[in-house]
């Protein structure tokens, strides 16, 4: 099953049963190709806790190595970013990119899971963009400036049940239509269960919160209105467009 959020033609936003475009909820369904319907960012999180290079082949583009253990950083809520929105890229920045990725969605409060019990913590899977600001993510140890910017987390369109995407899924960008990034759930350097119980080894995670697993090779850089379409198999196409301020 897959659950979507909207914020229907009254204002309220609700969540529900995703299928063929559209979203039953409250005992009604909602097409989301109507205008009056917003397709929201499917959940809401306190945070997004993103993986650095978890794959070998993305490390070795940006020249860097393999992580011995798993490299963590933070995404606040404000970089939260629904599909179909514009995405405003940092003014006076040249060096902006894609990065696609599938993330992990937690269903309750998680703390000191073990990584054979990771999955019992697990809402579902949706889509990532981690969209990074390489000019300033270069020059700083913490990456607040480069990773932690106003909607840098397109996140969506839908949180998948996790039997519902396969183990090597594979996790696509298309920049304009051209396929630019693909690699599989497989090639992960360290799993979901391992990245859950050394997250949780540290913080608490809470229900909504997301997990960003990494990106494949091909990161590039995006440019003022190009279209953005994020897939991970088994969930479906997180599309949304960049502008420059």
Known sequence: MRRARIRDPSGAVRRGRYENGTVEAAGETFDVS??????????????????????????????????DRPMLFLKPPNCVAPPGSTVPLPAGKEQVEHEAELAVVVGEQARNVAAVDAWDVVEGITCMNDVSNRDDQDRERNWVRGKAFDASAPLGPVVA?????????????????????????????????????????????????????????????????DRVEVEVEGVGVLAHDVSRN
């Open 161 to 225: 049940d996790a039997e519902d995407v396969p183990a090597d899924a594979a996790v696509e960008l298309r920049l304009n239509g051209e396929r630019r990034q693909h690699g599989t759930r497989d090639q992960f350097i360290f799993d979901v269960p391992t990245l859950i119980e050394e997250v949780t080894t540290y913080l608490t995670l809470e229900p909504g919160d997301a997990v960003s697993t990494g990106t494949p090779a091909g990161v590039g850089p995006l440019a003022d209105g």
């Open 34 to 67: 109507d205008p009056a319907v917003d397709l929201l960012a499917p959940c809401e999180p306190t945070k997004i806790v993103c993986v650095g290079r978890n794959y070998a082949a993305h490390a070795d583009e940006r020249d860097e190595e393999v992580p």
